[in-house]
């Protein structure tokens, strides 16, 4: 879990360093590609939490939801309907739950740890 946390620490540091602009174009393929980054590493920290973490099924979810999302946003600019919204809601309900979780997870760890005696 903490490789995970590390290399999203080590890519938004790298990120905002480097000068890359991306084109208007292609705004829609990247905020879908972020949210899907962002739920995907938001499940592993929630299942490293619960001890469930799978590096393998963190990995193939990670490519299978951008992939899917991009596809989604595809297949809606060439019919002209906004399809990749559903995979902002999707992800965005499901980056909240995961959220939500981490954080209960963390004040209820800290809740304990305060009543514990120490000896």
Do not use: C, H
């Amino acid at each position: 879990m903490w490789i995970i946390l590390i290399a999203v620490f080590a890519g938004v540091i790298i990120g905002t360093l480097l000068p890359i602009s991306i084109p208007f174009a292609y705004a829609k393929y990247v905020s879908i590609s972020f949210l899907a980054g962002l739920d995907s590493v938001l499940g592993a920290i929630r299942g490293g939490m619960e001890g469930k973490f799978n590096l393998a099924v963190f990995s193939t979810g990670f490519i299978a939801n951008t992939l899917l999302a991009a596809l989604l946003t595809i297949v809606g600019d060439r019919l002209g309907v906004d399809l990749y919204l559903a995979a902002i809601v999707t992800f965005g309900v499901r980056i909240f739950q995961n959220f939500a979780f981490i954080r209960r997870d963390i004040i209820e760890t800290i809740q304990k740890k305060q009543k514990t005696p120490v000896s």
